[in-house]
């Protein structure tokens, strides 16, 4: 049995002591200095704001244990399924921090701006090659405001025909932010049921489809990590009811090369580039989620979009059905000049390796684990597999415990109750950058947690033990929100 | 093949566990029209040499704000960036990790969160903060969302001097509710608060106003607060955070929802993204929220830990009826911006906005000395104000790129009556030496 250490338990604040500086900022080279004559009384903070007062290296250690307290890919195997948590390259953050890119302003002249619009110009056309799409617009900022960008879209696109269309088709095994996003677009979200397999229920299918229903919303591979065989017929079926399909693209690692949300009959995808393309998922982000659409969606893409004429790269701001700006500015271009750097690196047979790899691994994973736990659904899967803790359930080791007891083996957690159409749900991406000996040493240890369960129960319910602080009180979090720190009296 | 480990023979090994031929085996379920029968039209793979060898070439065609002198601003600023910012945000704990779903394994992020929601509230003189939306339009945009849920009123008041991207980017979020945005007008550079008063009736959610607004100018906050809770409704206060070490706290002005662009907290411009999307509330809107939020508790043992918290709101529970379909925040600016403000602290942060404002003064002073340059509007302004210049701006903005300068956004691509301005905004980067050959420069620009 591994020992605890002694977690590290401080917060900034407690390190302050007042006259501490850490920053270094030039004396004032201009007559006037003080605010008070130069700005309105009433516009001066009344009282100064408390913030910590330390030392550098305290800012250093401080951080820096911190850190510590976290698994991240570069120190964890974390198969968090759906969220696609691959190797984040060195080399894309040393380019996103060449000076030309990261200390440009967005509002320079054009002129000014050629390599990064050329960046972007370049990108959006790989982007579309890729998905099989005709435009793409890299503004939305991550995967929930791809989708938006994409039903406005569609809502724009119906409208322009004098279509009322009130509702949106969503499968039940979903990502929570199509329903989300869906809503904020003004539609109401329609349920269509799953079959066993976690494929669309084609008979529910039709019946929803009527002449108020402007969009149907699937991911694929879907949540369970499936490719569904008959998804041409479904997209095929919609347009023949002017419904526009939305293919979510968290899942799209598993098809680059191989097959393209554009050729399947899809008119609008997003893409993730935080799960695909290499981009850090930073503890929740930044990401970027750039929205690729049929040519028949094109006019109504977020302004500005970048195009290219003659040699010169420029924003088109003149377009009159655009359903206009999602962020202030271009997009998350540091994550565009990452995802960009990637896509060069790896080439069109890299990338279709890619997706191959991470066929191959989710396989691999399921195939050594389908005896000691249930399936989600039947194989062969795309890049991830779901299992279903209820075996070990019935012995008193629910979805949560095997994934607490991850943590003490030495890996990250996979997606736990999710999807929740799949009882104590284990969803488990691999990713193809992971090898065959980190792969087997996962399972082997969930493995190990199946036996314990059958033997010793015990364990799982009570870890982690190893980490920096053992099961936290959820319910105590949020009866008694403490969402800020105050000094004690 | 780079990043990829496994090798011709391992991957036969696993073929053999899974009891599969080939890769093609696995891809049984997609049907044959279905797939690509070509390799993608993205070309081959490029060495690392080779890439950035075509980066930098790409990266040296931008004229950024290390080989300029960058007077731009209108919602992302050349402010100061201290060196440990970089350093520990590529610790690969916090990059490569993601949304703290297992806390036991993430205390390092919840952690920083934690600090963030709480010096971020400290400066807004609010309640509560979330960590964090995309920028400062979207922040705005999840504002005006809210404020309609909140009061069940389907209107809000919009002033003419907000960042007209921003007003953009909120349309765009409304256009699918019930909602009418209503503009207030801004004739003298900030809004008219007898327009405001006009504009606001029972049917009003919010009032928003932005100080210092798009023209740099400051706003009357507390009173246009005033006017929006003497009709019930909101107020909704656009402020960047890092102008709050001098300028008063919008919680301190009548803010029920504080909003705003943390981008000059050490978070690189990067052509206008990522930035950091600034959101707090007063406690009693707080699971109105969106985003995440974190909260302290106490493990099985007692100890200290943090979590999400609050979830009833989001996405992946509430699913279609959730305050907001934000997942995937800036997680990352936002510990830059936590790094930021224990570097700068207590002083530093109200020196940076002293420093700003102070050069700002003096380089308007400056500028509205050269013949035929006038200050734009007469209000009170921080760090950034508009010119009106006897020659085309556009122009103008030419001359001074071949001198190495970035002389600032021209107005007349946001509002045409504006055609003969341009905004400047003048960061604690700059000195007394560039704001001088910056005058002299556009002296010989407009003569």
Request: net charge neutral.
């Amino acid at each position: 049995m591994m020992v605890k250490r002694a977690a590290y338990d401080r917060l900034i604040f407690e390190l302050s002591s007042p006259g501490r500086i850490a920053h270094s900022l030039p004396e004032c080279d201009v007559p006037t200095s003080d605010p008070r004559e130069l700005l309105p009384d009433k516009q001066l903070r009344s009282s100064p704001a408390e913030l910590p007062e330390v030392s550098e290296l305290d800012v250093v250690r401080h951080y820096t244990r911190l850190s510590q307290l976290n698994y991240g890919v570069d120190t964890h195997f974390y198969p968090l399924g759906s969220c696609t948590m691959k190797y984040n390259p060195k080399l894309n953050e040393d380019t996103a921090r060449l000076a030309g890119f990261a200390r440009l302003h967005p509002l320079v002249p054009e002129a000014a701006a050629q390599g990064a619009l050329q960046l972007m110009h370049e990108l959006g056309a790989m982007l579309g090659e890729i998905a099989g799409m005709d435009a793409v617009s890299l503004q939305p900022a991550a995967g929930a405001q791809g989708e938006l960008a994409g039903v406005l879209m569609i809502r724009a696109y119906h409208a322009s025909r004098g279509e009322r269309r009130t509702k949106v088709l969503i499968p039940d095994s979903a990502h929570g932010t199509n329903p989300a996003s869906t809503a904020i677009a003004g539609y109401e979200v329609v349920e269509v049921k799953s079959d066993a397999d976690g494929g669309v229920d084609l008979l529910d299918l039709e019946r929803h489809l009527a002449d108020d229903v402007a969009a149907f919303m699937i991911t694929v591979p879907n949540t369970l990590g499936n490719f569904e065989p008959r998804i041409m017929e479904i997209t095929a079926l919609c347009r023949s009811k002017g419904v526009q399909v939305y293919m979510d693209g968290a899942n799209l690692n598993a098809i680059l090369g191989i097959t393209r949300p554009g050729d399947l009959g899809f008119d609008v995808c997003h893409f993730n580039l935080h799960k695909t393309f290499t981009t850090p998922h930073g503890g929740g982000g930044p990401g970027a989620g750039p929205v690729g659409v049929k040519a028949h969606l094109e006019p109504f893409l977020p302004v500005p979009v970048v195009t290219k004429k003659g040699e010169r790269y420029t924003l088109d701001w003149k377009r009159r059905a655009s359903i206009g700006k999602l962020q202030a500015f271009w997009g998350n271009f540091a994550m565009l000049v990452r995802a960009y750097t990637y896509i060069k690196t790896m080439g069109a047979d890299g990338l279709r390796r890619v997706s191959e790899d991470a066929v191959l691994n989710a396989n691999y994973v399921m195939k050594r684990l389908e005896r000691d736990y249930d399936l989600g659904a039947p194989g062969p899967c795309m890049h991830e597999c779901v299992l279903s803790a209820r075996r070990q359930k019935k012995l008193g080791v629910n979805a949560m415990d095997v994934a607490k007891r991850l943590l003490d083996l030495g890996f990250y957690a996979p997606s736990t109750y999710f999807p929740m159409i799949v009882e104590e749900a284990l969803m488990i991406e691999p990713t193809e950058t992971e090898s065959k000996e980190t792969l087997d040493a996962f399972c082997d240890a969930m493995i190990q947690i199946a036996r314990e369960a059958e033997t010793e129960s015990k364990i799982a319910a009570d870890a982690p033990i190893t980490t920096p602080v053992r099961r936290l009180d959820q319910t105590k979090a949020a009866r008694e929100p403490d969402l800020r720190w105050r000094p004690r009296d | 093949m780079r990043y990829l480990p496994t090798t011709d023979r391992e991957r036969q090994q696993m073929l053999a566990t899974i009891g599969a031929g080939g890769i093609e085996d696995l891809l049984v379920r997609l049907p044959a029209k279905a797939r690509l029968d070509r390799p993608l039209a993205i070309g081959p793979a490029v060495a690392e040499t080779d890439l950035v060898r075509e980066l930098r070439a790409m990266a040296g065609k931008n004229a950024d704000a290390d080989s300029h002198v960058c007077f731009l601003g209108a919602g992302s600023y050349d402010h100061y960036v201290p060196s440990p910012i970089n350093h520990l945000v590529l610790r690969g704990e916090f990059f490569t990790a993601y949304t703290p779903y297992q806390p036991e394994a993430s205390q390092g992020t919840l952690r920083s969160i934690y600090e963030y929601q709480t010096m971020i509230a400290e400066l807004t003189g609010m309640d509560v903060a979330n960590a964090s939306i995309y920028d400062g339009a979207s922040s705005l945009a999840e504002a005006v969302l809210m404020s309609r849920v909140a009061t069940g009123r389907a209107e809000v008041v919009l002033p003419g001097s907000l960042h007209p991207l921003y007003r953009r980017a909120v349309a765009s979020y409304c256009q699918g509710m019930d909602l009418r945005l209503r503009d207030a007008a801004a004739p003298d550079g900030v809004v008219d608060p007898d327009a405001v008063r006009g504009l606001v009736t029972e049917a009003t959610a919010a009032v928003v106003v932005q100080s210092p607004n798009f023209y740099g100018c400051l706003e009357d906050v507390a009173a246009l607060s005033e006017i929006a809770h003497a009709a019930g409704a909101l107020s909704i206060v656009v402020a960047a955070p890092v102008n709050l070490g001098v300028l008063e706290a919008p919680g301190r002005q009548g803010a029920d929802i504080a909003v705003g662009e943390g981008q000059g907290l050490g978070v690189p411009m990067s052509f206008g993204g990522p930035n950091l999307g600034v959101f707090a509330a007063t406690q009693a809107l707080v699971r109105r929220m969106p985003g995440r939020l974190v909260g302290a508790t106490v493990d099985l043992d007692g100890q200290r830990g943090f979590v999400l918290t609050l979830q009833a709101r989001e996405q992946h529970i509430r699913r279609a009826k959730a305050t907001s379909n934000i997942c995937t925040n800036v997680a990352l600016n936002a510990l830059m911006a936590t790094i930021y403000l224990a570097i700068l602290g207590k002083q530093g942060l109200r020196k940076v906005g002293e420093l700003s404002t102070a050069k700002a003064h003096y380089a308007a002073e400056r500028l509205a000395a050269i013949p035929g340059v006038s200050l734009r509007f007469g209000a009170p302004f921080f760090k950034e104000f508009a010119v009106r210049l006897p020659k085309s701006p556009d122009q103008v903005v030419r001359k001074l790129l071949r001198e190495k300068m970035l002389a600032g956004v021209p107005l007349g691509t946001f509002d045409r009556n504006l055609r003969d301005c341009l905004l400047v905004a003048v960061t604690e980067t700059r000195t007394r030496e560039e704001i001088d050959r910056f005058a002299a420069a556009l002296e010989k620009a407009v003569a």
